[in-house]
T-cell receptor, first 111, second 112 residues
Framework: NAGVTQTPKFQVLKTGQSMTLQCAQD?????MYWYRQDPGMGLRLIYYSASEGTTDKGEVPNGYNVSRLNKREFSLRLESAAPSQTSVYFCASAWNDYEQYFGPGTRLTVT | QKEVEQDPGPLSVPEGAIVSLNCTYSNSAFQYFMWYRQYSRKGPELLMYTYSSGNKEDGRFTAQVDKSSKYISLFIRDSQPSDSATYLC????????????FGQGTTLQVKP
């Protein structure tokens, strides 16, 4: 039982490049989430998916897109990376919104 | 003003001390109150959650919610060096939206 897994663990992009962050969970949770964590800002919700086939914007969705591929997988795409998107990205999943299980994170640097 | 305020610390205590971590909030609609622990370079893990007001105890950890003061606390008794981490409070209203509002976290160091 791996819980929530994320790939890659680290990534360096140049401004304007695109990439997709992958997330998968094996706990049969309906809800999945993408957060970014920046110093002094705490965790901020980018997008979430309450169930397969649905996605909704969170607090900071600009510059990102998501796909809920199936119940297990929820990907986050940066179409044209900007230095302001340098951050640590966490995926989470949950049966209910308040008991979220987090993955290990992806450290992204945009130069 | 942020919806959830949390002193970032750092907070340094000797092993065995009682630790008090706190958050204040402004949104009276919050009903669920969570505490997450995050070790360095790891993802957050849920320690405990409380619905509405009151206390909840789990081993050495006690969570308190005072909705009249919009103030929540996490107490750690007999603190251990392994408790050294960042503690994040998080809150949610009763609606079905997925949005948790997190504090910025308090960094705790427990010295042997």
């Amino acid at each position: 039982n791996a819980g929530v897994t994320q790939t890659p663990k680290f990534q360096v992009l140049k401004t304007g490049q695109s990439m997709t962050l992958q997330c998968a969970q094996d706990m049969n949770h309906n809800s999945m989430y993408w957060y970014r964590q920046d110093p002094g800002m705490g965790l901020r919700l980018i997008y979430y998916s309450a169930s397969e086939g649905t996605t909704d914007k969170g607090e900071v969705p600009n510059g990102y897109n998501v796909s809920r591929l199936n119940k297990r997988e929820f990907s986050l795409r940066l179409e044209s990376a900007a230095p302001s998107q340098t951050s640590v990205y966490f995926c989470a999943s949950a049966w209910n919104d308040y008991e979220q299980y987090f993955g290990p994170g992806t450290r992204l640097t945009v130069t | 003003q942020k919806e959830v305020e949390q002193d970032p610390g750092p907070l340094s205590v000797p092993e065995g001390a009682i630790v008090s971590l706190n958050c204040t909030y402004s949104n009276s609609a919050f009903q669920y109150f969570m505490w997450y622990r995050q070790y360095s370079r790891k993802g957050p893990e849920l320690l405990m959650y409380t619905y509405s007001s009151g206390n909840k105890e789990d081993g050495r950890f006690t969570a308190q919610v005072d909705k009249s003061s919009k103030y929540i606390s996490l107490f750690i008794r007999d603190s251990q060096p392994s408790d050294s981490a960042t503690y994040l409070c998080a809150m949610k209203g009763s609606s079905n939206t997925g949005k948790l509002i997190f504090g910025q976290g308090t960094t705790l160091q427990v010295k042997p």
